[in-house]
């Protein structure tokens, strides 16, 4: 398989059920999802990762839901299945309704559009965007 | 030139001042930026995108600034140069603060990092991201 | 430097100056635009990259300048300003108008538009498109 | 379910069902595809989305069948697989033969390969580009 | 259905059977993988994009393993499914070690993470990598 | 400005100094590029990057030169002009060659290519790279 597989809480290592708990504790949640249990096969890179998301995704300037529709534009953008999947569920849950989904994706798709014609019509970036 | 160039104000038809008109009414200010200026050269495709633009970026159930920033993440996931100096200056007009425009390039980073782990790992869809 | 600079036509050796001459043959110009003397540290992707675009882009079941706007819709949509350039220009050249140029934008945006739009909805595949 | 889902003929709004309607009298089919049942959840997008593609796939300066190609090779460089599907389909159906068909892929695989070795070496926009 | 299917040894022609025989013997395998078997479909195609890959994934100043492992690099940051599976697979058989994907996946994160941080702070390359 | 600037040393407060004194010992350099004067406005940012990548590029189960070169594909696969410039600067450093750069292009830009083949064949995922 090309794939790694997923490593349950139960076959984990003490220094990733460390980094589980601290995902379940912090997310108020029984369970892990699978991008974590797949990133177990490299214990530093999940513990990395899991560090960086817990300090990015936190309340700060923008609110913890304005940070997961902005993880999801991106994942849109990407065309992530996994992650489009796992942060609109997010993005539920922390309260994204359905009139404030359907707009995110209307910002996203506009997006995508003109920024190709600003490409395709080579278009300079004006002086007032530079000073 | 490969680039069509730009339509200023003083030369456009009637059917282009409308919309730039428009535009300028809109938005509270003077001038156009060169976006709309490069797209003057099919009336047709100027006035549609200004259309939508208008009717997607409107306060909503999102409101106008988190819309922008939303914008900003697809730009700079998007690489456009130009879109990413025109949104991040519409964003800061609407009231983007340093430490907004901060966490925004952060989480953009962080979910272009993870829809690539996600993707290399195989990672497939959890159960409870479907039912 | 990082970038390796161009090669031109009095420095190139023998093999490099074999490809330069079919390119000019081939296009009926007198000269050599930047791709190729860029490439041409590297004679055997000189050689290769030209090879195929001339077996590529030749006339056949889809016409030159058919093929040359499908090439201008892929390097907008990834952003290569290079590309965007020398492929507006030689699509110019084999006869694109204006008129043409507008609908080819017009339908590059709306594509990189809804191809996020189904991402983003996670729309399935119908059956009617698999069978 | 993360997916909103889609919306059958039966169950949608009038508002919805005039869309449907005229997607299926424009494209002279009896059936909507996923796309327009998952976008009906948002009223306001669909008519706009519709009324876009409407305007800008309609025979013009380009006939429909390049239009078409076009939108595929987007979507081919962006990996939408719901896209590909959809619009290599509605290519068929429009005239796409096999011989076409191949030269589309071969083209875009190329502009993809390119545009990256003229990223790499940092090609500069020549002059004959530029004026 | 879209997509082309597949054409097995048994039923290909002369031309499609001397490639699919070459890359056996190249690759030292028995079977083929189903991407040359789509191909298939447009002999010039499979034959310029197998001689293609047979050069410039051959040893060199490169070695295989790790051409592979950008060929996977490339695949990942595409989000191209079929690519990152058959690829890791092809690295896997050329001596990547769990540890060696491990550390390819935590590099390939951090560039697309800080191709964006780049873009988004719009950060001007130094005069040292000019010069 | 809708760019941020650059912090220079001589401005940065002590902890943004701490980051730039690390990253010349570690690099062994006397200067810092520009990407580290951009991030230095986001201290936490700047710092989580610097300690990400420092952990990421140290060698190990790959050396420096591969994972840097593996940086430089995807940048170039992302059009990230800044990202391509310094990154394939840092690896000339660590002793790529003229002939390894060669090599790398030819690999980026046949991974490009053939990703948009197999999206655009619809390749399934062979059983062989499943199990």
């Given at each position: 398989?090309?794939s790694p597989?997923?490593?349950e809480y139960k076959?984990a290592?003490p220094?990733?059920?460390?980094?589980y708990d601290?995902?379940m504790?912090?997310?108020?949640?029984?369970?892990i999802?699978?991008?974590?249990?797949?990133?177990?096969?490299d214990p530093?890179?999940?513990k990395r990762?899991?560090?960086?998301?817990k300090q990015?995704m936190?309340p700060?300037a923008l609110?913890p839901?304005?940070k997961e529709m902005i993880y999801?534009?991106?994942?849109?953008?990407?065309q992530?299945?996994?992650?489009?999947?796992s942060?609109?569920?997010?993005a539920?849950?922390?309260?994204?309704?359905?009139?404030?989904?359907?707009?995110?994706?209307?910002v996203?798709g506009m997006?995508?559009?003109?920024?190709?014609?600003?490409a395709g019509?080579?278009v300079?970036?004006?002086?007032q965007?530079?000073s």
């Amino acid at each position: 398989m090309t794939s790694p597989g997923l490593i349950e809480y139960k076959d984990a290592s003490p220094e990733v059920r460390a980094v589980y708990d601290d995902i379940m504790a912090t997310r108020k949640t029984d369970w892990i999802n699978n991008f974590w249990k797949a990133l177990a096969h490299d214990p530093a890179t999940l513990k990395r990762t899991w560090e960086d998301i817990k300090q990015i995704m936190a309340p700060g300037a923008l609110d913890p839901l304005t940070k997961e529709m902005i993880y999801v534009a991106v994942s849109v953008s990407n065309q992530c299945g996994y992650c489009i999947a796992s942060h609109t569920a997010a993005a539920r849950k922390k309260g994204m309704t359905d009139a404030m989904f359907h707009e995110l994706m209307a910002v996203v798709g506009m997006a995508n559009e003109t920024n190709r014609l600003a490409a395709g019509y080579q278009v300079e970036i004006d002086e007032q965007f530079r000073s």
